[in-house]
């Protein structure tokens, strides 16, 4: 049985090694990740996490991991923005209001699939010009869905969360360990 992470993101690598795994292989997968017209945030998330692990080759008694964040202000997705000028319109439109960071965990082995959702709420303060301008030049925005990135240079906008940390930064630790487990991740087993 190997492990096979799902996810190119440094952040999720970092995640699990904070439960003290480390994955047998890394499989980003290639999916479209374009909403449907009038799909909402959390169904997106979900949907997206379900394709991704779906995606990824695995032998039939290996464990996937995929997970998809998103954020959501209200009923409209924040994706990874395109560049620059949208980051900088997507920092505008979180400036001073709160929103919702969706991530979506979806594990499987063989045929069978287990999945959570996670759902945290972000207040984002005020943002000056300036401080979006500063931010932007950091690149620190890139990859990022909403444009920000908690645990990095962003984490000074962000007076006050509601949920999971590990979930805004990409994977909610407490349900993934219950995914593995319920998968029969060796970690969970107590025979590492």
């Known amino acids: ?58 032998g039939p008694d290996d464990i996937v991991l995929c997970a998809d964040t998103t954020v959501a202000l209200g009923r409209r997705i924040l994706g990874k923005p395109a560049d620059a000028d949208e980051a900088a319109r997507f920092l505008r439109s979180l400036s001073g209001r709160r929103h919702r960071v969706i991530t979506a965990v979806a594990v499987r082995r063989g045929g069978r699939l287990w999945e959570r959702d996670v759902v945290s709420q972000v207040k984002v303060k005020r943002l000056s010009e300036g401080e979006i301008s500063a931010y932007l030049t950091t690149g620190d925005w890139q990859g990022k869905a909403g444009a920000y990135a908690i645990q990095g240079p962003a984490g000074a906008f962000v007076p006050w969360i509601s949920g999971s940390f590990s979930a805004i930064v990409g994977l909610p630790l407490a349900e993934t360990a219950v995914l593995l487990a319920a998968a029969g991740h060796s970690k969970f087993k107590g025979d590492t």
């Open 1 to 58: 049985m190997a492990f096979i992470l799902g996810s190119g993101s440094p952040r999720r690598l970092d995640l699990l090694a904070q439960l003290g795994i480390t994955p047998d292989a890394v499989r980003p997968p290639e999916i479209d990740e374009t909403p449907a017209k009038g799909e909402l945030p959390r169904a997106y998330c979900t949907r997206i996490s379900r394709e991704k692990v779906a995606a990824v080759e695995a």
